[in-house]
């Protein structure tokens, strides 16, 4: 027996956390009956489940990569008819959906899966695992000012976690720097506030890893999937931040 938001995220419904909300708003049922609390055991091998009153069936696994481009939404529908990320993956069927997110105007490497386990193990904050991020900034800031954003920095939401943070390029004529910048967090625009926060506005972002899978070789607006091998190691990469945190 397992718990109905699990089931329901590994078959590829939405992520672990949208499961939840799914069943508390009413829209589950267990053989026949509408399930709106969390917790409740089931049986995917025998309970009949149905979302939307469609069965839920067990999907293949999908794990893909995508170089997000500049100006496309890092979700899979959009209301206003905007571009999203999922019209760029041609050929795959399943439903898919984001592992965390790009802002609008950063592009770079985005993770799509429709493993629901798996997107939670990568973006739930007790995991940490590294982000790597290409910044362009207006000006030069000196060392000690990026010596704040790797011990930490206050935003309005809080201190920052330390950052690895170093020098890519300078470009005096155009009086730019090219920062590149290792975060173990998820929160909303955080790289640019970071470096808002020192008075650096980033002029263009690109993310080029994620734990240890890097962008290298991938056009933008392209997407391939990954390895068996990748996938585990990305697995592994949450699994070991978290048992480090725990001390183990």
């Known amino acids: 027996m397992e718990r109905l938001q699990k089931v329901l995220a590994e078959a590829g419904v939405a992520s672990r956390r949208k499961c939840e909300e799914i069943i508390l708003a009413g829209r589950v049922q267990v053989n026949g009956e509408v399930v709106t609390t969390l917790g409740v055991k089931v049986n995917p091998a025998e309970d009949e489940i149905k979302v939307d009153g469609r069965a839920i069936g067990q ?3 999908i794990y893909v990569i995508l170089h997000k481009p500049k100006g496309v939404i890092t979700s899979a529908t959009d209301p ?3 571009k999203v990320v999922t019209d760029f993956l041609p050929g795959i069927k399943e439903r898919v959906y984001p592992v965390g997110r790009l802002d609008y105007d950063t592009e770079g490497l985005l993770i799509l ?3 629901g386990e798996f997107a939670h193990l990568l973006t739930h904050p007790k995991h940490h695992v590294p982000k790597t991020y290409q910044a362009t900034v207006k000006g030069v800031p000196h060392g000690t000012l990026l010596d704040k954003l790797k011990t930490g920095i206050q935003l309005e939401d809080g201190m920052t976690a330390p950052a690895e943070v170093e020098y890519a390029d300078v470009n005096l004529e155009k009086n730019e720097s090219i920062i590149q910048i290792t975060i173990y967090e998820g929160r909303n625009r955080q790289v640019r506030r970071m470096f808002e926060a020192i008075s ?3 002029i263009r972002l690109k993310r080029i890893k994620f734990g240890p899978i890097f962008l290298t070789g991938l ?5 391939r999937h990954l390895t068996p091998k990748e ?4 697995r592994n990469e949450a699994l070991k931040t978290h ?4 001390g183990q």
């Open 80 to 82: 206003e008819g905007r």
């Open 243 to 246: 048992n480090v945190q725990k």
């Open 113 to 115: 899966t429709n493993d």
């Open 200 to 202: 650096f506005p980033v």
């Open 59 to 61: 999907q293949k696994k």
């Open 219 to 223: 056009p933008r607006a392209k997407y």
């Open 231 to 234: 996938v585990e190691e990305l």
